[in-house]
């Protein structure tokens, strides 16, 4: 695969504990066809990887997005802000936001877009590092619907090479139903839905650009009752697919030898990195996935 012609999709469902899908995967496969597909066909890809502690969206997105862990970013409370806080050791030039990946791929090369469900997300990009920054509001299927938009931006520049859209509709039915209860996990069919319509937008786009997609798929933590941020299992525990749509098996990067039970969010930046052959920085923590 020609880190030339590859264009990267990366889907954050926030809230999807990797410990329930694995409770009862028979039912989580009926409720989620369209991840477990993912699974089944993945270069490698786990439902019970590890997030980092602790287990809660600022510090968890943010280290998906750099990196880095919560103690060298700074990052570990929703309250962060980078108008009051102080940076960590490695933000970017003149002001306190980590570094990430949209800062580690080449603006001159790489068109890339974040949309996000959740407004906070916004805080890590400027336009400097990002062409495309799209807030849903909330809104998982409005966020559907921006990212179909972003694509249409490629109009006269560069096509799409890295796209981060963050849906939010899990973690805010385990926060209102609880992470055990049954109206958690009708939402995993909602966002598999969306999961579904997000690949095939990206995967149109893609063909349209002539270009091979790579798709991941992450969640950021679990929970139990209404909450999480605990060291438990059912907090720690998410899935981490990555997929790729090569059909010419001899090219296909094969992943590298990694334990399934210790994969990482850490892992996203450097495999994202890895797959657009771009340097892999200093600061960044974790394995690149793929050879």
């Not at 409720?31 to 439902?47: A, E």
């Not at 998982?140 to 981060?164: I, M, Q």
């Not at 937008?201 to 909450?227: F, I, W």
């Not at 657009?276 to 690149?288: D, M, N, Q, S, Y």
């Amino acid at each position: 695969m020609s880190s030339e012609r590859v264009s990267v999709l990366l889907v954050g469902l926030d809230g999807l504990g990797g410990y329930y899908l694995n409770g009862d995967e028979a039912d989580a496969r009926q409720r989620m066809p369209t991840l477990f597909g993912l699974l089944d066909q993945s270069t490698v890809g786990t439902i019970t990887g590890r997030t980092v502690f602790p287990p809660i969206s600022a510090p968890a997105w943010v280290s998906a997005l750099s990196g880095m862990t919560p103690d060298m970013t700074g990052v570990i409370h929703k309250l962060w802000d980078p108008e009051v806080c102080v940076g960590c050791p490695n933000a970017r030039a003149g002001t306190p936001v980590p570094l990430n990946v949209f800062d580690a791929l080449d603006s001159a090369t790489t068109h890339k877009s974040i949309v996000a469900s959740w407004s906070w997300l916004l805080k890590l990009v400027n336009g400097d590092v990002c062409q495309c920054a799209l807030d849903a509001g909330g809104d998982d299927d409005k966020a559907v619907r921006l990212f179909a938009e972003s694509c249409s931006y490629d109009k006269g520049v560069l096509p799409h090479c890295f796209s981060f859209v963050h849906l939010d509709l899990i973690d805010a039915a385990g926060h209102k139903h609880k992470w055990e209860s049954e109206e958690y996990k009708q939402s995993w069919s909602a966002a598999d839905r969306r999961l579904q319509e997000l690949i095939a937008t990206a995967q149109q786009h893609a063909t349209s650009t002539q270009r091979d997609l790579v798709v991941l798929v992450v969640s950021d933590h679990g929970g139990s009752g209404n909450d999480h941020g605990d060291i438990i299992p059912s907090h720690m525990q998410i899935p981490l697919i990555v997929w790729q749509s090569e059909t010419n098996a001899s090219k296909r990067p094969v992943h590298v030898d990694v334990v399934q039970s210790e994969i990482s969010i850490l892992d996203i930046t450097p495999t994202i990195l890895a797959v657009l052959g771009e340097k892999i920085p200093r600061w960044v923590r974790g394995t690149a996935l793929l050879q």
